[in-house]
């Protein structure tokens, strides 16, 4: 150890290692048992491979947007951590660095969640309960069954599930069982290499502010390994599978509005998993309400390598091309993908023309936003007169055409940060203000009394969405939820078959309505710890040096989030974040922002046409030509700030 200690010594001097990095492996290897980690590093040391040192210990995790997350398979994977392989190709232990996710992080995680806990509960609350899932990622099951097991040997009651499932179900399973906190081990939609551990707190959201700088502050505060409890005060590990399953799909069930329609409408549909979580509830409950449904064979299998796609995000093309083909061959009008925790969605629908388009999250969110409220006042349930109680949610970087379209019925929209925990911290304040003497146990509702309560005490939750392909119908759920999204855009291509046209067409209908809308999403991805410092350069600069002209048109309004006091539509102060919003004189606005779960820097860009005369194309050949003219600005200028 001493000739180790010594050989880092001499490469933080020489600069190849820098000093945060040294200050993380001394303050691994002063807290862990496993040999593992000193055997690992020293292997690295040996090769002089600081920049992968750098990137494993630059930073210890902490929770952002999605909670933890970073590599659980290094870039170089050493002769330790391979050991004798695992399933599906991936290494025997995941990659060690106060940086990646392995045991060591999930460990301090789950450690630092329980004793927040067991803070915050009266001595006489009893056992804290926390529910736990996984999906098909490398590592994941092991992590949950880590979890679980911590937890248990901590003095908690452990709930696990008994296979890989979707983080929503996660989240209405925490709220089903009346837990106090829970855990999903999934990296969403990144790459292979990639794990992580979302933490939700009782209300089956996550966990956000002041809770997280709490937690933070438990997690920080360990040292050394686990101690468990006397063997008598021990929690116990419990099993969930088939029964938690059909709670939440009946819950689900409620989403559709019109069941008559599904089941007139013979709409074909092929789904993929992108072999994920997703076909567990999807596929079934599609077919049970009426729904032809065709899945990809080769995409069907749970596999943590992904191997059919080079990256499991159902919002990029090349993921769902699988099953556009299978789509045309059985004459689908739509194509469904989900991501491998099935929380996000993305889609393909045929047009007049029997082609297959692509839609992006703002379009699919606004089409789902539209019908919901069309069919709720339909049906009676909103009307003129409680129509002030309805609400539409969306987050600042998604699209206006969403307000416009909640104009035309009079309902309002309110707009959060990004990250669904903030549409999820609405839906708590709903549910808190309708009162106590008339809710009773909220959560034992069924839907309609619910909405019943929620229109003449609160808030009623019509949908809400962010245009990263995240969308919600229902607040039994407190996180977006692919399998509820399937449901209802089902319902959209249904209603449009129905009327004898096609998702894109819709959409151009609301195009004619409303005016062109168009948000085109960017960013430039910096990796590891040379990337840290580029991406919080660029976002620094644009904080302090804001352009005052872009692309030939002045600037007239910024908002920094970090910054600013910036309160909500209605009056509530928002937390800070770093995030810039600019608008443009000519109407055109972008916002800045790095992201909390991936290494990169997000550059959002919005335009839109006014409605008026029907020369549609002529106004979206516009609009993309104004955005792609502010891109090539912007990037240029971000890339000069990044190296100044």
């Known amino acids: 150890m001493s000739n180790l200690t010594e050989t880092l010594d001499r490469a933080v001097t020489d600069g190849r290692l820098l000093p945060a990095s040294k200050a993380n492996i001394d303050a691994l290897l002063a807290n862990t048992s496993d040999p593992l980690a000193g055997t690992v590093i020293g292997e690295l040391a040996d090769q002089g491979q600081w920049q992968e040192l750098n990137d494993r210990f630059f930073k210890t995790l902490a929770f952002g947007t999605g909670g933890l997350r970073g590599r659980t398979i290094g870039r170089i994977v050493t002769t330790a951590e391979q050991g004798n392989g695992g399933p599906d190709d991936r290494p025997e232990h995941p990659c060690i660095g106060t940086a990646c996710m392995n045991f060591h992080n999930v460990g301090r995680a789950i450690r630092g969640l329980v004793a927040y806990l067991k803070s915050q509960l009266p001595p006489d609350a009893g056992k804290p309960k926390l529910v736990f899932a996984h999906d098909t990622r490398h590592f994941s099951a092991d992590f949950a069954r880590f979890c679980a097991e911590t937890t248990a040997a901590l003095g908690c009651d452990a709930f696990l599930f008994d296979g890989p499932r979707s983080t929503p179900q996660l989240s209405f399973a925490v709220r089903e069982l009346r837990a106090d906190a829970g855990a999903v081990i999934t990296a969403s939609h990144n790459p292979s290499h990639d794990n992580g551990f979302k933490a939700y707190f009782n209300d089956g959201a996550q966990i956000v502010e002041p809770h997280a700088s709490a937690i933070i502050r438990e997690v920080n505060a360990i040292q050394g390994d686990l101690t468990p409890v006397p063997e008598t005060e021990r929690g116990t590990v419990t099993m969930l599978g088939n029964d938690i399953d059909a709670a939440y799909t009946e819950r689900l069930k409620t989403l559709v509005l019109k069941p008559d329609l599904l089941a007139q409408s013979g709409t074909r549909v092929i789904f993929t998993n992108l072999h994920g979580t997703g076909g567990h509830i999807i596929v079934p409950m599609l077919r049970d309400l009426g729904f032809d449904v065709h899945t990809v064979p080769t995409q069907d299998v749970q596999d943590g390598r ?33 991501d491998p925790d099935a929380d996000r969605l993305g889609i393909a629908a045929r047009d007049r023309t029997g082609g297959m388009t692509l839609l992006t999250g703002n379009q699919i969110g606004s089409l789902m936003a539209w019908y919901r409220l069309k069919t709720c006042f339909d ?266």
Request: hydrophobic residues 40%.
């Open 306 to 338: 992904f191997p059919t796609v080079d990256s499991p995000n159902p919002e990029n093309a090349p993921a769902l091309q699988a099953a556009v083909d299978l789509a045309n061959q059985c004459d689908a009008e739509i194509a469904i993908g989900t």
């Open 379 to 644: 049906l009676g349930w909103i009307t003129h007169a409680n129509r002030s109680r309805a609400v539409l949610i969306k987050t600042f970087v998604t699209t206006e055409l969403q307000r416009a379209i909640a104009d035309s019925f009079g309902v309002s929209v309110v707009d959060t940060l990004t990250g669904f925990k903030y549409i999820a911290g609405k839906l708590r304040k709903y549910e808190t203000a309708i009162p106590a003497d008339k809710k009773g146990d909220y959560r034992s509702l069924d839907e309609e009394t619910s909405r019943r309560l929620r229109l003449e005490f609160s808030r009623f939750f019509v949908f809400g969405g962010e245009e990263s392909y995240g969308y919600l119908g229902s607040d039994a759920v407190r996180d977006k939820d692919a399998n509820g999204a399937t449901l209802i855009l089902a319902e959209v291509a249904a209603y449009a078959k129905s009327t004898g046209t096609t998702l894109p067409d819709l959409l151009d209908d609301l195009y004619r309505e409303f005016g062109y809308h168009l948000e085109i999403g960017k960013s430039l991805v910096m990796e590891g710890a040379d990337g840290a410092e580029k991406i919080q350069a660029i976002a620094t600069s644009f904080a302090d040096n804001p352009p005052a002209e872009v692309d030939g048109s002045p600037v007239v309004r910024i908002r920094d989030f970090a910054r600013q006091d910036i309160h909500d539509q209605e009056g509530d102060l928002l937390p800070k974040e770093k995030m810039i919003f600019i608008d443009l004189e000519d109407g055109r606005s972008f916002a800045v922002r790095p992201s909390g779960t991936e290494p990169k820097i997000k550059f959002y860009l919005f335009a839109r046409a006014e409605p008026g005369p029907p020369d549609l194309e002529a106004d979206k050949s516009r609009v993309r030509q104004s955005l792609e003219s502010l891109w090539t600005r912007l990037e240029a200028d971000a890339k000069a700030r990044a190296s100044s």
